[in-house]
């Protein structure tokens, strides 16, 4: 039986196994590598303190998630199929080192990240 996610190793553990796999996907890896050129050193805490927030304990962490996006929107159109793919990945990772309550709740925040992503960089800017 595979624990639970419990501390900032487990975050760790989880942002560093699925940034292997997302880094090398073929349908979003570059996104991260070729358009957003991210510096993995300087992401990785980013990304730690973001999931740590929203699944232990919050850290006062201040970043604009959906700017960052939005920018990104710019130089690349983000579709349906690249978070749906990002989310696969995502779900998969959870899945292969964890289960359990906070997992659980990993997976399903994920999905409402992406959710809400999507439609912040989609909606219309004027309603008719």
Same mark, same amino acid.
């Given at each position: 039986m595979k624990q639970d996610i419990q501390n900032r190793a487990d975050i760790e553990l989880l942002v560093r196994t699925f940034y292997e796999k997302a880094l090398?996907? /073929?349908q979003i890896g570059f996104i991260f590598t070729t358009v957003a050129q991210i510096d993995l050193t300087q992401h990785f805490p980013r990304l730690f303190d973001f999931w740590e927030n929203i699944l232990l304990t919050p850290n006062g962490y201040k970043h604009n998630v959906l700017k960052t996006h939005l920018d990104l929107h710019q130089k690349v159109p983000l579709k349906a199929v690249h978070f749906e793919r990002?989310? &696969?990945l995502f779900v998969a990772t959870v899945d292969e080192? &964890? /289960?359990?309550k906070v997992a659980n709740n990993a997976k399903n925040k994920a999905l409402s990240i992406a959710t809400v992503i999507q439609v912040k960089l989609h909606r219309p800017t004027t309603l008719l």
């Amino acid at each position: 039986m595979k624990q639970d996610i419990q501390n900032r190793a487990d975050i760790e553990l989880l942002v560093r196994t699925f940034y292997e796999k997302a880094l090398q996907d /073929e349908q979003i890896g570059f996104i991260f590598t070729t358009v957003a050129q991210i510096d993995l050193t300087q992401h990785f805490p980013r990304l730690f303190d973001f999931w740590e927030n929203i699944l232990l304990t919050p850290n006062g962490y201040k970043h604009n998630v959906l700017k960052t996006h939005l920018d990104l929107h710019q130089k690349v159109p983000l579709k349906a199929v690249h978070f749906e793919r990002w989310l &696969f990945l995502f779900v998969a990772t959870v899945d292969e080192l &964890f /289960e359990g309550k906070v997992a659980n709740n990993a997976k399903n925040k994920a999905l409402s990240i992406a959710t809400v992503i999507q439609v912040k960089l989609h909606r219309p800017t004027t309603l008719l």
